[in-house]
């Protein structure tokens, strides 16, 4: 069965502590994996995607890397505004349906 | 900006009263989704459309419903809403093509429903 697991469920840092947050999969037929940040009461916002493994992409203070088996997201110097629930899925393809696998994400607070 | 807007932003609607939530996109893509995310949840696919073509998940229950008119707009109807239907139902589209399977969310709706 496709599924997509993050870890940790919850991250409390410190303004300046770099951390990872961690996905791991096991989607056959893998076409991306897909990173999204959602803050309170908002839709998802999309990050980045990935599509093999030792792709690396960033953006500001965030670095996303793919392996064969598992995907981090690498928050380096976080800031209080990098808090929200940062949700990770895979993308399969079902006949001629593209279909994302989601996480349950892992939510980040960086306190000032 | 090209964009997806979600109309009303918040719903409140009684149990059993149909509502119909709306989507709108400026970004001219061919896929549009409609997603149902219950509070701490990962969002849960309800159904899509490649162009006019409507694909429904297995699980979505009948008391959804879905139209799109033209390329931009696609329209969720709840027949008749029940309490658990009380949720945020996200909007998304991608981009036709392989390799090219980002979907894009608009802000949302937040039904309620007492």
């Known amino acids: 069965e496709d599924q997509v697991t993050q870890s940790p469920e919850a991250l409390r840092l410190q303004e300046g502590e770099s951390s990872s947050l961690n996905c791991s999969y096991t989607v056959s037929g893998l076409r991306g994996l897909f990173w999204y940040r959602q803050d309170p009461g908002k839709g998802p916002e999309f990050l980045f995607t990935?599509?093999?493994?030792?792709e690396e992409k960033e953006k500001e203070r965030l670095k996303a890397t793919l392996t064969k088996k598992e995907s981090f997201l690498h928050i380096t110097a976080p800031k209080p505004e990098d808090s929200a629930t940062y949700l990770c899925?895979?993308?399969?393809?079902?006949?001629?349906?593209?279909?994302?696998?989601w996480g349950l994400g892992t939510s980040l607070a960086v306190n000032p | 900006d090209a964009m997806v807007i979600q109309n009303p932003r918040y719903q409140v609607t009684q149990f059993g009263k149909p509502v119909t939530l709306s989507c709108s996109q400026t970004?001219?893509?061919?896929?549009m989704y409609w997603y149902q995310q219950k509070s701490s949840q990962a969002p849960k696919l309800l159904f899509h459309y490649y162009d006019k073509d409507f694909n429904n998940e297995a699980d979505t229950p009948d008391n959804f419903q879905s139209r799109r008119p033209n390329t931009s707009f696609c329209f969720l109807d709840i027949r008749s809403p029940g309490l658990g239907d009380t949720a945020m139902y996200l909007c998304?589209?991608?981009?036709?093509?392989?390799?090219?399977?980002?979907?894009?969310f608009g802000p949302g709706t937040r039904l309620t429903v007492l």
């Open positions: 998304a589209t991608s981009p036709p093509g392989q390799g090219t399977d980002t979907q894009y």
């Open positions: 970004l001219n893509h061919n896929v």
């Open positions: 899925a895979g993308a399969c393809t079902a006949g001629n349906n593209r279909k994302l696998i």
């Open positions: 990935l599509y093999s493994a030792g």
